[in-house]
């Protein structure tokens, strides 16, 4: 355990941050789900529909610094190839 004060504080502040952090990456995780299910169902529009609204949802993930670049771009371009395959 923490002995110093600026180390309890900062203890508070790492936890607040990962409770954050766990619900966008749920909402990445169910926005890609989404998208997934309408491509395995065969409806394209809406498949599009969610595949904007997941891209939007990684994207915002990156600028928060939750997920990285890469990482994103990589989930968004394999949407895109099962949307496309469809």
Known sequence: MANLQSSKKRIRSN???EQRNVGVRTGIK???KKVEEA???GD???AQANFS???S???SAVARGIMK???ASR???RLAKKINAA
Do not use: C, F
């Open 44 to 46: 394209r529009e809406t």
């Open 39 to 41: 491509v395995a169902g």
């Open 15 to 17: 936890i607040k941050r």
């Open 75 to 77: 989930k968004k371009s």
């Open 57 to 59: 949802t990684l994207d």
């Open 30 to 32: 169910t926005a890609i």
């Open 69 to 71: 670049k890469n990482t």
């Open 53 to 55: 609204k997941a891209v």
